[in-house]
DNA sequence: GTATATGCAAAGGGTTTGCACGGTT
DNA sequence: AACCGTGCAAACCCTTTGCATATAC
């Protein structure tokens, strides 16, 4: 975990608190977790820890840029440490899988946005949903 | 608008119904429409149609190919007919503009995709989040 | 005539907000 | 002591669902 993540937080006004600190544990800990798994990981700590303390939370966690969310299909966003090197989402229609690829991996795609449209692209905030390999080779097509 | 909508719908067992038929013709007009426009358009003609409705035909006309939805950030999913070419979307996290551009762009991605992680995308289901060109110039980093 | 589609209203998931209390600084 | 952060509850948005009625076939 970013070893300065209180220094981080107070650089910017915000104080520290244990819920600040146990959402930050769990983000790091779940990897991909959703704010309602984050608040389940921190109760199991702190058990009075209120939903929407964990949403005001991230969203702090987020500004001072500990944390970034990426959204994975239909459900809640996901939320991972920036500690983690910066990573793209395949997620699979099929069985839901999430797989994690260097970023690096969209990068001519990205360069050829840029160029193309003039889009500077954010490839790690969204998910590129298809099917993964097992699922591809049994689909059934409705 | 696909000539015979109605065919492809009495195929595959279901009836011809006003609101089906506007809202096929609304999901057309609009282009990038969200349940919520797409009923709004249709209530110009039809004042009664009710916004379950619009959910449940959508559902429908994506089930027999007509249709389909992308998800464009947090909001609701937009629909469009299947008659436009398909397209990826690039959508400004700063105004919130929509780029459409051919899906042949991620052709390169995609096959890069397939081959190194044995992952087939889908990428016209979810849109490319970044910024503009201008703003990604103008951008006030919070 | 029969089964499907619709309208309505209620319920459901996820997220945000107002407010008073409690904790950090 | 002052102010920020939290818990709680209500509100909110988007979507789905149960049910009785209406409609396409």
């Known amino acids: 975990m970013t070893e300065d993540w209180a220094g981080r937080l107070r650089e910017q006004g915000f104080r520290i608190t244990p819920q ?48 970034t969310h990426t959204h994975i299909g239909h459900g809640s966003p996901v939320y991972h440490s920036t500690d983690q090197s910066p990573h793209l989402h395949l997620v699979c229609d099929g069985c839901a899988v999430v797989i994690s690829i260097p970023a690096a991996a969209g990068g001519e795609f990205a360069a050829d946005l840029e160029e193309t449209y003039g889009f500077t692209p954010a490839m790690t905030h969204m998910a590129v949903t298809g099917l993964c390999k097992s699922c591809a080779s049994s689909t059934v097509v409705t």
């Open 20 to 67: 600040r600190q146990l959402v930050l544990e769990s983000v790091n800990s779940l990897e991909h977790g959703t704010p309602e798994e984050i608040l389940t990981e921190v109760q199991r700590t702190a058990s009075g820890v209120n939903l929407s303390t964990v949403y005001r939370t991230l969203e702090v966690l987020e500004g001072v840029g500990l944390i």
